[in-house]
């Protein structure tokens, strides 16, 4: 009963280097996110992506790009890392319902050091 | 001002306490509430999930929503150490955005501990 998988766990980067971090779900979402969780500030939408083929903008999208590759697999790549970057990934899914809003299901996290 | 507001604690209560954690928020619009807890390097996992105003109970939790104040509270009754863990409250307005997709607006969470 997996739900939702993110790889990997664990990540230390320099500054300026480039990775893509990994999520998967097996319960047949249309919709997935991904998040970033700081101190103080609580989770923040960075994309979304509400089925496939589809992507949008969050609410802290500058310096990360996202795709969706299937209906399971949705990726947060970031292109040049920088110190402000450092910070803890979920990703996240949910059914989509117009009208009514369905609990989303997160992932164990990435968590991610920008040297 | 945020749209939600949260006590980030810490709170620390001891074994069989009960607990009382709360929420105020600014958008009248919400009106679907949730409530995760998050153990420590773990993702949030959903644990009460309520429809506009009133109460739902779930075995030692009890969810209570009142809309005219835009207070959520979440109380956990006979408190254990397992319950040991950060607590967020999340909310939504039910609309899908011209993307598809719906919002869920965050509370910072409140961390909790139960002393054995």
């Known amino acids: 009963n997996a739900g939702v998988t993110q790889t990997p766990k664990f990540q230390v980067l320099k500054t300026g280097q480039s990775m893509t971090l990994q999520c998967a779900q097996d319960?047949?979402?249309?919709?997935m996110y991904w998040y970033r969780q700081d101190p103080g500030m609580g989770l923040r939408l960075i994309y979304y992506?509400?089925?496939?083929?589809?992507?949008d903008k969050g609410e802290v999208p500058n310096g990360y790009n996202v795709s969706r590759l299937n209906k399971r697999e949705f990726s947060l790549r970031l292109e040049s890392a920088a110190p402000s970057q450092t910070s803890v990934y979920f990703c996240?899914?949910?059914?989509?319902?117009?009208?009514?809003?369905?609990?989303?299901?997160f992932g164990d996290g990435t968590r991610l050091s920008i040297l | 001002q945020k749209e939600v507001e949260q006590d980030p604690g810490p709170l620390s209560v001891p074994e069989g306490a009960i607990v009382s954690l709360n929420c105020t928020y600014s958008?009248?619009?919400?009106?679907?509430f949730m409530w995760y807890r998050q153990y420590s390097r773990k993702g949030p996992e959903l644990l009460m999930y309520?429809?506009?105003?009133g109460n739902k109970e779930d075995g030692r939790f009890t969810a209570q929503v009142d809309k005219s104040s835009k207070y959520i509270s979440l109380f956990i009754r006979d408190s254990q150490p397992s319950d040991s863990a950060t607590y967020l409250c999340?909310?939504?307005?039910?609309?899908?955005?011209?993307?598809?997709?719906?919002?869920?607006?965050f509370g910072t969470g409140t961390r909790l501990t139960i002393i054995p």
């Open positions: 996240a899914s949910s059914d989509l319902n117009p009208g009514a809003a369905w609990p989303q299901h």
């Open positions: 319960m047949n979402h249309n919709s």
């Open positions: 992506s509400a089925s496939e083929g589809t992507t």
């Open positions: 958008n009248s619009a919400f009106q679907y």
């Open positions: 309520t429809y506009s105003s």
């Open positions: 999340a909310m939504s307005d039910g609309t899908i955005s011209n993307f598809g997709n719906e919002k869920l607006t």
